[in-house]
């Protein structure tokens, strides 16, 4: 069971989606664990035959119990996916711990979601369906893909519709509680504000989306995560962990996109490698993580790794936020609403599209002057979007 | 495919982005983005939602014509042109 976040003791295993003899590598997505995050889907670490299940759906087991042995590409058995910071993972499996139950309804919901084929798992993801409304015609009653399949018209969900399975929004606030409260209680925060003029950006974006279909547009938040990506590479002291009275740059870049739940709820999931990948790809990857996200369905990787914070109001609310910095991390970069102002260009006043950028940052890593530099760093790069 | 199917599609691919909004309750010429809280990435997912099914091209420049669902509606119909009533 790996670690989820700082504040996460157990977690419970709801979803297997390999058996003993499935090959896996590297990346696959092998089981699916409720927290208080809600439901997270758990990436292997290893390449390999499964050769046991360890912890049976609806087993509720501390961080670092393993879940399953898979014998690797060496031979040797090996109990994956306990990432390296882990404590040595206990001695397999006292019989299933006798866990308490998790209250009824999340138990019914946990019944119902294993009984979903991963296929229309992706399927019902991808198309907004409520797999607790779908009749199962498979293998007792499992919900198959032709299930799922049918004419949009039958996925109409009645209006009382609770947010998707995966989510659980008071344990969501709970977690959300924990990790501010240790923000503001341990990490001496400065913060800074600029204003950036995005005209450039807007207008670029209009150009390079006017030839393309819905699918392939690019939005403004892709190239604001892009440029405090970049800026985050030649800036190393906003990106990485403090941990254990010291900081660790990290020489990735993983962007946490603070992603707003309906009926409110907040995550902020890791955009991998934000300041490598194409900008299209950095797109395709952003509309793919918040549908997900949205849906309850997020990755472990994406949950433990973020090295720094985007947080943006997008189209409406206010022109300016002020970020907490999610621990272990050592900022955040806050973008408000994008708003029409007068403005100074060449000495003469005219409108044009304005964004205030503020970053909240860790003064035991940095200090304003560098935090300044950084700030101003993505405001330059921001006009000049064709080089992003 | 007339009006009325075009509002059902419209209503449908709104309500797989706000599940738990009851459209029989909004003003259809209110705006949606306020009504449904929706922001610019659902939006897009609309947009492309349409797009697939119903095989209307948006252009980015016509997004503020389909900002609510009378005029969604209308701009679909238009777009699809004057083929089957």
């Not at chain 1, 472990?300 to 970020?323: A, C, F, K, Q």
Request: negative net charge; aromatic residues 4%; charged residues 25%.
């Amino acid at each position: 069971m790996p670690s989820l976040g700082a504040d996460m003791e157990a977690g419970t295993l709801v979803e297997w989606l390999v058996k003993p003899g499935d090959r896996v590598k590297r990346g696959d997505i092998v089981a699916v664990v409720e927290t208080q995050k809600g439901a997270i889907e758990i990436e292997i670490f290893e390449a390999g035959k499964i050769e046991r299940i360890l912890v049976g759906l609806n087993t509720k087991v501390p961080v670092g119990t393993p879940l399953a042995l898979i014998q690797t590409e060496g031979g040797e058995t090996a109990a994956p996916p306990a990432p390296p910071s882990m404590p040595a993972p206990v001695a397999p499996p006292s019989p299933p711990s006798p866990s308490p139950a998790p209250p009824p309804p999340v138990a019914s919901a946990c019944v119902a979601r294993a009984r979903v084929s991963p296929a229309a798992r992706r399927f019902a993801e991808t198309h907004g369906i409520d797999l607790s409304r779908v009749t199962g015609s498979g293998p007792a009653g499992a919900i198959v893909l032709a299930d799922v399949e049918r004419p949009p018209g039958v996925t109409v969900a009645p209006p009382d519709r609770k947010p998707a399975p995966g989510l659980d929004l008071d344990a969501m606030r709970t977690a959300i509680a924990a990790a501010m409260a240790r923000s503001k209680r341990e990490i001496p925060h400065y913060y800074l504000e600029h204003h950036v003029d995005v005209t450039a950006s807007e207008q670029w974006l209009v150009r390079i989306n006017a030839g393309r279909a819905p699918d392939h547009r690019l939005l403004i938040g892709a190239l604001m995560i892009r440029s405090v990506a970049l800026a985050a590479r030649r800036f190393p002291a906003f990106n990485g962990f403090y941990r254990e009275g010291k900081f660790e740059p990290s020489s990735a870049v993983h962007v946490g996109v603070a992603i707003a739940i309906r009926g409110g709820g907040l995550a902020a999931p890791a955009l991998h490698d934000a300041d490598r990948i194409p900008l299209d790809e950095l797109m395709a990857r952003m509309r793919d993580l918040v549908q997900r996200t949205r849906a309850g369905r997020i990755r472990s990787s994406e949950i433990s790794d973020p090295t720094i914070t985007v947080t943006s109001l997008g189209e409406r609310g206010v022109e300016t936020l002020y970020g907490i910095i999610y621990p272990p991390q050592v900022a955040i970069a806050g973008f408000g609403r994008i708003v029409t102002r007068p403005w100074v260009i060449d000495g003469a006043i005219g409108p044009r599209s304005l964004v205030t950028i503020t970053l909240s940052a860790d003064h035991r890593v940095s200090d304003g002057h560098a935090g300044a530099l950084f700030l101003a760093e993505i405001g330059r790069l921001l006009q000049e979007p064709d080089k992003l | 495919m007339n009006d009325l199917d075009i509002r059902k599609a419209v209503k449908e691919e709104l309500n797989n982005i706000a599940p738990e909004i009851d459209l029989a309750a909004i003003d259809p010429a209110g705006d949606l983005r306020e009504a449904l809280d929706i922001d610019s990435m659902d939006f897009l997912t609309f947009i492309t939602a349409i797009h697939h099914r119903l095989g209307v091209d948006i252009p980015e420049l016509d997004y503020p014509k389909l900002v609510t669902l009378d005029g969604a509606v209308a701009y679909i119909a238009a777009r699809l042109g004057p083929i089957k009533k």
